[in-house]
């Protein structure tokens, strides 16, 4: 009974604690990045757990499933160009706390988009600045289903280090997409590595994660969506006594086939002009 108890409670200050901070201008809230403690298709993935990746979103384009994205506060997802670009803010619907696309939880929330922006130097040739921000319509509710994720700030270079990719993406190239929200760990690369596995990257605006040869990777269908790092007391004291946060290092965008790596769009890169739009829509 004492352990319910403490639960309860701790759940009572971290709901009211989400709606004090609750501010759609701003990004990197302390509850910003926490996973859900359940830990345990992508290519050569697995299975993620339920609610065990709060920021993953399913965007919908005129119903059909098209790409991720990852929540960056009550207000607002940020996914890759390439998902929206020169289309109506009309014609998109975002799901959060999602699992299996062909069936909703009772926790599962649904939003139209009222705008979308489009980094103005978005480029079709070569997926250059392959990022967007989406506006809902409507507030999404915040708990531990569906919660933002952290943003790396602008000096924050990542590389050498593993990461996480999670999505709905095909399991093969060419394959339909997954049904399922798999996850994949992939190793982030450094430039010299990334150059060499895609030549015309750019390493300021974007990196690579996973290598030739292991059949790891994400896959159509997973672009737009959040490609985390896990990193301790970023953020400050975090709530329920955790430390940990994830970072979204990058966002799906491209690659050469599937199952030998990809580019991913570097978001700290864009960490000013994220902030930037999203006080100045309102």
């Known amino acids: 009974m004492k352990i319910l108890k403490l639960f309860t409670f701790l759940m009572i200050d971290f709901i009211l604690a989400i709606e004090q901070w609750d501010d759609y201008t ?17 290519v050569g993935g697995e299975e993620a757990n339920r609610g065990e990746w709060p ?13 991720g994205g990852s929540l960056i506060n009550s207000m607002w997802i940020l996914t890759a160009a390439h998902c929206v670009y020169k289309q109506n803010s009309n014609s998109y619907a975002i799901v959060t706390g999602l699992h299996d696309l062909d069936n909703r939880d009772i926790y ?4 139209q988009i009222s705008q979308i922006i489009v980094h103005p130097s978005y480029s ?13 319509s409507q507030k999404v509710i915040l708990n531990n289903q569906t919660l933002p994720v952290c ?15 999670t999505g709905w993406g095909s ?29 015309t990257v750019t390493p300021s605006i974007a990196l690579c994660a996973g290598n030739t040869g292991l059949n790891k990777d994400t896959c159509q269908g997973d ?29 799906t965008s491209w690659g050469d086939g599937c199952g030998n790596g990809g580019v991913y769009t570097r978001t700290s890169n864009y960490y000013d002009w994220i902030k930037q739009n999203i006080r100045q829509t309102f």
């Not at 070569?126 to 809902?136: E, P, Q, S, V, Y």
């Not at 943003?151 to 990719?165: E, G, I, M, Q």
């Not at 399991?171 to 895609?198: A, F, T, W």
């Not at 969506?225 to 970072?247: C, D, R």
């Open 124 to 136: 079709q040739i070569g997926f250059k600045n392959d990022i967007a921000l989406m506006r809902l």
């Open 151 to 165: 943003l790396p700030l602008p000096y924050k270079y990542y590389s050498n280090v593993k990461s996480t990719a």
């Open 223 to 251: 672009s737009g969506g959040p490609l985390v790092v896990e990193e301790t007391n970023m953020i400050g004291k975090s709530l329920m006594k955790k430390e940990k946060h994830f970072f979204l290092a990058g966002i």
């Open 55 to 67: 920021w993953q979103i399913a965007i919908y384009f005129r119903n059909r499933f098209i790409c």
């Open 108 to 111: 599962t929330q649904t939003r």
């Open 171 to 199: 399991i093969r190239s060419g394959g339909p997409v997954s049904k399922i929200l798999n996850e994949v760990e992939l190793p982030l690369l450094n430039d010299i590595d990334c150059l060499k596995l895609y030549p």
């Open 26 to 42: 701003r990004v990197n809230a302390p509850y910003c990045g926490i996973k859900s403690e359940n830990d345990k298709k992508i």
